[in-house]
């Protein structure tokens, strides 16, 4: 007579609930590490290490070939957020305006003349309110920054679509700095490329109707440069260069009038993470191309 196996009692648990277990157990175990090489012995080694390949790239930018105009997509700050672990995106916003001082000074060492910075797109104006509102503070609050730190503010958008309070702020940075020496930055905040083209053909129609100048005759005479002195950007170089970080590689309408020459770099890491060898590799990047404006 053979013997009767009796089977353990099954764990209750389920194999889902089990690999969550160990993703989050994962994630901890990630963010821990990534605490421990933040500091102690591996931080002071790996930051001697960052500082010599950054001279080593700033070393190899001819000196000539600075870009007058780069215009940034400041991308990823939710995705920053959401990989630190921290349910309140507002962190990645944050984070990412504190970012914003740091890279007007690098440019302002390279050279470079105008930096349009896209803070806030017409689309990301139908975000939920729990999440738009907030944003939407912290620009107030880094515009009214960079205006007491003595840039050269200038507000690029369409403010009639922001509330009272956000284009006030944008307004008055604009006409407080006005005139200020040195790097001239553009906020581009409820901007969107189409928006401004859009913008610029109405103000070129009221212009030239005011004159008593006919649909006929402005047919007629009209030029791409006539709509180029309606942009929000008029009477400035176009962009040169334009960086997206975050990985993704397309412009989602950003400067789509003024980017027909310019040359484009997209870098993975998180705008919140954006250091200074990663836009000395964008400059260096595009110091060796060679721009032929179709000739």
Not at 73 to 83: H, T, V
Not at 127 to 151: C, F, Q
Not at 220 to 238: F, K
Request: net charge neutral; glycine share 8%; with cysteine.
């Amino acid at each position: 007579m053979g013997v009767r196996r009796t089977e353990e009692p099954r764990d209750e648990t389920s194999r889902g609930e089990r690999r969550d277990g160990a993703r989050r157990r994962s994630s901890d175990d990630g963010r821990l590490t990534s605490a421990v090489r933040r500091s102690g012995p591996y931080a002071a080694v790996r930051d001697v290490v960052y500082r010599m390949y950054e001279r080593r790239v700033e070393a190899s930018i001819p000196a000539d070939v600075t870009p007058r105009h780069i215009g940034v997509i400041l991308d990823g700050n939710r995705r920053w957020a959401r990989a630190m672990g921290l349910a309140d995106v507002s962190s990645g916003h944050q984070r990412g305006a504190a970012k914003i001082s740091e890279l007007l000074q690098w440019s302002a060492e390279a050279g470079v003349e105008v930096v349009t910075l896209w803070l806030l797109s017409t689309d990301n104006l139908t975000r939920p309110a729990v999440e738009l509102d907030p944003l939407l503070e912290i620009i107030e609050n880094t515009v009214g920054k960079l205006a007491s730190d003595g840039w050269n503010v200038k507000p690029v958008g369409a403010l009639d679509l922001l509330p009272d309070k956000t284009a006030r702020v944008l307004k008055d940075a604009g006409e407080a700095t006005s005139g200020a020496p040195g790097l001239i930055v553009n906020v581009a905040v409820g901007y969107g490329g189409r928006r401004e083209i859009a913008d610029a053909v109405r103000s070129l129609l009221i212009e030239q109707a005011s004159r008593g100048t006919s649909i006929e005759e402005l047919a007629e005479s009209l030029d791409v440069e006539h709509i180029a002195e309606h942009l929000y950007t008029r009477g400035q170089p176009d962009p040169d260069l334009v960086i997206r970080t975050s990985g993704e590689q397309r412009l989602s309408g950003f400067m789509l009038w003024q980017s027909a020459h310019s040359e484009f770099h997209f870098c993975e890491v998180h705008w919140p993470d954006f250091r200074k060898v990663d836009f000395l590799r964008a400059v260096r990047s595009y110091a060796a191309r060679h721009r032929r404006y179709g000739t």
